[in-house]
């Protein structure tokens, strides 16, 4: 999530998604479908997973 941050946030877009790639099988799109043990876990309640979705539609690889 931070990658997507400085995605939509400080505008470094081709920084931030050079990082993103750079994290090979460790990216947001293996998260999406995982049944949310950090989600249950997390005392603040923050709903990872549609942050995450976001993070990977913005970042990922575009055609």
Not at 9 to 26: I, R
């Amino acid at each position: 999530m931070r990658y997507n941050y400085y995605f939509q946030n400080k505008g470094q877009e081709k920084y931030a998604m050079e990082k993103y790639a750079s994290l090979g099988n460790h990216r947001a799109a293996e998260c999406l479908n995982c049944p949310g043990h950090c989600e249950d876990a997390c005392q603040y309640g923050v709903l990872a997973r549609p942050m995450l979705a976001l993070a990977h539609e913005n970042l990922g690889t575009r055609s």
